[in-house]
Structures are given as C-alpha cells and as structure tokens.
C-alpha cells in the first residue's frame, strides 16, 4: 500500500542555471523511458522519452541520459525558467507486452528561484 | 495532439456515497485505459487496466468491488468508487495510449486528473 506522510525531495535552482534530475528504475527489462512534469492539480505532461537500444536524446532545452548498468535516468534541463517550477517523474515501461501501463518514480520536486 | 478528458474535475462527497469519474478519450480511440491514483506528495500508481468490451485488469491490492470499471465504448472509460471513505480521498488520473496512423506508438495521454474529497 502507499505510504503516508512522505515528501518529495526537492531541488532548488537559479533562474538561468542548469537543473539535473535524477531517476532510478526498478525494472531492468523495461525498455521505454519517459519523462513526465507534472503541474500543481494537473496531470502528467509528456517532456522527452528514450528507448533502452539510445543513451541519450535531446529535445528542446531538454536531455535524457539513461544508464541501464545501473538503471539510472537523468533529465537535464537548460537556462531552468520560473516556468519549469513543478515536479518530474520518470517512468518506465515494457513496449511489447500489448499493455503500456507506464510504472512511476517517485518524483522530484524543482523550485526556480528567479 | 490527442486529447483525453476527465469529468468531473473535483468532487466532495459524503462517507459512504459512490462517485462516477469519466475519462474520454476526444479525437481517438482507446481499446485500453489506464487508472492511476496519486496521494499527496506522492507518485502516481497504477489501479486497473480498463479494456473495451471485456473486463478491467486490477493491480494487486485494488479492491475490484470497491473500485468499478466500465469500458462501454472505444471512447469512454467510468471508474466509480463505491461506498467511499475518506481514505479513498486522492487525485485520480486516466491514460490512454496513442493508436491509429496519426499517433505515435509510444504516446500515452494523460487527462488532467479528478481531484475527490471524502468527507
């Protein structure tokens, strides 16, 4: 069952710097990765996603790095803007199994300071 | 982008009361749904696997009775939480994966989610 009292770890940056977050996944055969943002009362918002055959892949001010070794995903964001001030989650499936269903991390919490 | 929707957005009920929540999904068709729930301050976590014209799929620990899901058409999923309690209380989000030509295999899109408040 799903634990109470629990808080997200939270990284606070700088307007302008570089944010790194970090993931590990629990599945050494997933091989679809996705990060989400998720907004105050809103749901998941697709960022970047990487299969297990790359690792790395850029998008807009965005970088994933996956590490299956140690079944480690960062994201890397540039410039953080106030914007980006909400909580990542990474997540992890297997695309063969007809299902999808995605399996969450536990979250990170990012606070731009402007 | 494919759209999936969430009806209603947020809703109070009393301690022993059952609510609907829909998920639809706008301009695509889903065989397959998800149902998560998210805890404050907490991750997302999946409940059941809801399937067009056959039975949900439950994850260990969700009570079926409780937690009932109905997937009448390819665009329409209801979970209702019957005789809830507060601890039912959470914020409660549907998935659909992309399907069709237009839509990429490895997309699943999110509703905004329904926040319910068990009194």
């Known amino acids: 069952g799903e634990s109470v009292g629990l808080h997200l770890p939270t990284l606070s940056v700088q307007e302008g710097d570089n944010s790194i977050i970090n993931c590990a996944y629990s599945n050494s055969a997933s091989d679809y990765f996705i990060w989400y943002k998720q907004e105050s009362g809103k749901g998941p918002q697709f960022i970047i996603d990487i299969r297990s055959n790359m690792d790395k892949r850029q998008g ?3 970088t994933v790095l996956l590490n299956k070794t140690v079944k480690h995903l960062s994201l890397q964001i540039a410039a953080t803007q106030p914007g980006d001030s909400a909580v990542y989650f990474c997540a992890e499936t297997l695309m063969d199994t007809g299902r999808r269903a995605l399996t969450f991390g536990s979250g990170t919490r990012l606070q731009v300071q402007p | 982008g494919a759209v999936v929707s969430q009806h209603p957005s947020w809703v109070i009920c009393k301690s022993g009361t059952s609510v609907k929540i829909e998920c639809r ?3 695509f068709q889903a065989t397959t749904m998800f149902w998560y729930r998210q805890f404050p301050k907490q991750s997302l976590m999946l409940m059941a696997t809801s399937n067009e014209g056959s039975k949900a799929t439950y994850e260990q620990g969700v009570e079926k009775d409780k937690f009932l899901i109905n997937h009448a058409s390819l665009t ?3 979970l209702t939480v019957t005789s809830a309690h507060p601890e039912d209380s959470s914020f409660y989000i549907c998935s659909a994966p992309g ?6 295999y490895n997309e699943q899109f999110f509703g905004p989610g329904t926040r319910l408040t068990v009194l």
Do not use: C, E, F, H
């Not at chain 2, 399907?99 to 990429?104: D, E, F, L, N």
């Open chain 2, 99 to 104: 399907q069709g030509p237009r839509i990429s």
């Open chain 2, 76 to 78: 329409l999923s209801t």
């Open chain 1, 60 to 62: 807009q001010r965005v």
């Open chain 2, 25 to 27: 999904s706008l301009d």
